[in-house]
């Protein structure tokens, strides 16, 4: 009786498996733009403090709100605000943002809870 090793039953079986891979199509329901506007927002430096960080331009104030529409709903958080802001800031060119204030505001009929943050887009100096 013919006995195979394992080494050589992979050997047999290795072939057989590289044909079939060049018939695979990968498809995906990721957009390529999503993606990129997702991950923008990291590209955009966040500074806070009572002065304003040195930069080359001022692009003008953003306006961001974090908004928890029922108790189901995510919290409100400064970092959800900040978040939008950088990703504002980045559609306008900025890769820095001076957040001046972050301001909770009181339960309307849009939002149970929710934060409002405001910032400067700016383009500082990169080393």
């Known amino acids: 009786m013919f006995s195979l090793t394992s080494w050589h039953r992979w050997a047999l079986v290795l072939p057989l498996l590289s044909g079939c891979s060049s018939q695979f199509q990968f498809s995906s329901n990721l957009d390529s733009d999503a993606v990129d506007d997702y991950f923008k927002a990291g590209k955009v430096q966040v500074y806070q403090g009572s002065t304003p960080p040195a930069a080359e331009r001022d692009l003008g104030l953003l306006e961001a709100t974090s908004c928890q529409a029922d108790s189901n709903a995510v919290p409100a958080s400064q970092a959800d605000a900040r978040t939008q802001l950088r990703r504002l800031a980045a559609d306008q060119g ?24 405001y910032a400067r887009a700016l383009v500082v100096h990169e080393d």
């Open 94 to 117: 900025a890769n820095a943002i001076w957040v001046s204030q972050c301001i909770e505001l009181s339960a309307d009929k849009h939002c149970q809870h929710s934060i409002v943050c």
